[in-house]
Every structure is written in structure tokens, then in C-alpha cells.
């Protein structure tokens, strides 16, 4: 189908293949660093230092660069992991989602992760991102209000994973009307804006308080949205690995790409980001490593829109 393409082989081949300046936006998470293994060589985020994977997304980004077109959006989901013991599990034998960091060195090349640390994974991608010349827009918490348990008692339950804005310049597509929310409590009655009718003069300022309702182009009451999204995760059964919920992938989309514009999903997996752009009349390109994920994409797909047979 025209609307969603499929692309299956190694993202940073598949890249190079993309029409230079066509992409309005892209949605991905990739493989996070000692998470699971996915059972295809040459697979990120098997690295032996986290070093190693934040060089290799960076390449992955600069590889993307020419194929977005000046407005386009990044929309980069990535959760963290914990460091456990030096000499732990073998990867192949993680089942499901395993935040904990395991058979990896922990030798790196300004020191040492130490049993227990937090790796930080998000925030060191964003900061080697921006290094290299990114524009880091927002940072979004995704909160889980029904996070996996965890059988921890010296620190809190893990329950939300990061989303960062990226963009390529300083200027970009970015339609925030798309997904204004509903004002809550006090904001469905009032919004308070201060006009300063004086000066500062001893310490004191004469200001007049002039009340105004805040109203969407649909004249319904609205605030521009805030960057923590509550959006519970949903069970897959058809494969072992994480997907996002459509939920999460909804606002990214209807904000960071026009109508009839292309999503991007690099790391595309069952491909809820061709799902939600289809919904939502924009077109997709899905790129995966795995022949598999691709052939669960298409059923995907083909339940929810009959689009192939």
C-alpha cells in the first residue's frame, strides 16, 4: 500500500536509501543498551559499552540528517537501565523486559559503571545528540501508571521513560492546536494575566490583575500541552518485545507532522507508528532488522485497515 512502505534490513543501509529531504518526522525507540536481545546479529544495543551504542545512535542520527527535510521533528523514546553484577546472564536468555543492565563489561572509557548505578542512558544520548549539533526541543516524561513491579527496597519502582523533541534547525513544523488539553480545576474557570500598570518603586509594584478566558480555535477551553504524559502500557502477545501504545505515538504525530506528510519509524518493530499514521492520514516508512517483526507489522496492519491480504 502507498501509504505505508516497509523496508526490512540493517537502519543504517536502509537510510541511505531514503529520498534526500522528504521526511516530515520521525518516531521511534530504538533497542535500549543491555536491554534484550532481539536475535539478529549486527542488532543495536548489544554493545559492550555504553560508549560504543551512544557513538553508534549518533552515526544513526547523522545518517538521518539529509533525508529530513528542515522542518521535520524527532520524537526519540528511550528508557534506562540499572547496572547489576559484572558476571551476570548471558542476553539471549532475557525474557520480556529486563531494565536491569547484565553480561556486559562495565570497564568504560572515563571509568567505571559500579554494581547498582543508574546508567542514565537517555540523558547521556540527548547530551551526545546535542554535541553533535541537534537541537534538543523538549524533554518528555512518559509516565506509567502501571509500570512493570520491580522487587526493589532501597529505591522507588521505575515508572516512566523519556521522549525527546529533536529537530534539525531552529525553526520547525510544530502544530500545537493539534494537541491542546483540557483545562483542569481552577484553569476551567479563570486564567490570570497581569498587566503592569506601574513601575517598581521601593520595593513595591502597582499591578492590575486583568481575568481572561483561555479558548481553542473551537472556542472549547484549553491550555497548551505540558511534557508529562500519563499513557498506560498495553500487553502485545504476539511477540516478546515492548511496543509503544498508539496512545503515546498520537500527539507526537498530530504535532510534529502535516497532514499527508511522512512518518519515519526507523526501529519500527510491530509497527504502531504506521498504524497511528494511517489513522491519522499521514504516510509511513518502517524500517526493521527483523524479517519477523515485519511480517507481524503487516497483520497488523491489515486487521486494523484491511490494507494487505
Not at 570497564?107 to 542512558?121: E, F
Amino acid at each position: 500500500m502507498k501509504d505505508i512502505k516497509f523496508m526490512q534490513g540493517d537502519v543504517r543501509d536502509k537510510i541511505k536509501e531514503l529520498e534526500n529531504h522528504s521526511i516530515d518526522c520521525v518516531v521511534t525507540s530504538p533497542p535500549y543498551w543491555g536491554l534484550r536481545d532481539y536475535g539478529v546479529k549486527g542488532q543495536l544495543g548489544l554493545e559492550p559499552t555504553y560508549q560504543e551504542h551512544i557513538k553508534n545512535i549518533v552515526n544513526i542520527f547523522q545518517l538521518l540528517k539529509p533525508k529530513l527535510k528542515d522542518s521535520a521533528t524527532i520524537w526519540l523514546n528511550y528508557g534506562d537501565c540499572y547496572a547489576t553484577a559484572k558476571n551476570g546472564r548471558d542476553a539471549s536468555n532475557i525474557v520480556g523486559d529486563d531494565r536491569t543492565f547484565r553480561n556486559k563489561p562495565f570497564t568504560t572509557i572515563q571509568g567505571q559503571l559500579k554494581n547498582k548505578d543508574l546508567v542514565m542512558m537517555p540523558n547521556r544520548i540527548a547530551i551526545a545528540l546535542q554535541d553533535a549539533g541537534w537541537y534538543i526541543r523538549s524533554e518528555i516524561i512518559w509516565h506509567k501508571p502501571n509500570p512493570m513491579p520491580e522487587s526493589v527496597r532501597d529505591r522507588p519502582t521505575s515508572a516512566h521513560e523519556k521522549i525527546w523533541l529533536i529537530t534539525k534547525s531552529k525553526k520547525y513544523y510544530y502544530d500545537a492546536d493539534a494537541i491542546k488539553e483540557n483545562c483542569v480545576g481552577d484553569e476551567r474557570k479563570w486564567s490570570d494575566t497581569y498587566e503592569n500598570t506601574g513601575s517598581i518603586l521601593q520595593g513595591k509594584t502597582n499591578a492590575k490583575i486583568k481575568k481572561t478566558r483561555r479558548y481553542s480555535k473551537n472556542n472549547s477551553l484549553k491550555r497548551n500541552k505540558r511534557n508529562v504524559w500519563t499513557v498506560t502500557t498495553k500487553p502485545f502477545k504476539a511477540a516478546h518485545f515492548a511496543t509503544f501504545p498508539p496512545d503515546l505515538i498520537e500527539p507526537c504525530i498530530k504535532a510534529g507532522c502535516p497532514e499527508g506528510g511522512t512518518v519515519l519509524d526507523p526501529f519500527s518493530g510491530a509497527g504502531t507508528t504506521g498504524i497511528v499514521a494511517k489513522k491519522f492520514n499521514r504516510k509511513a516508512i518502517l524500517i526493521e532488522l527483523n524479517p519477523e517483526y515485519n511480517v507481524i507489522a503487516k497483520e497488523r496492519i491489515n486487521q486494523q485497515f484491511g490494507m494487505f491480504v
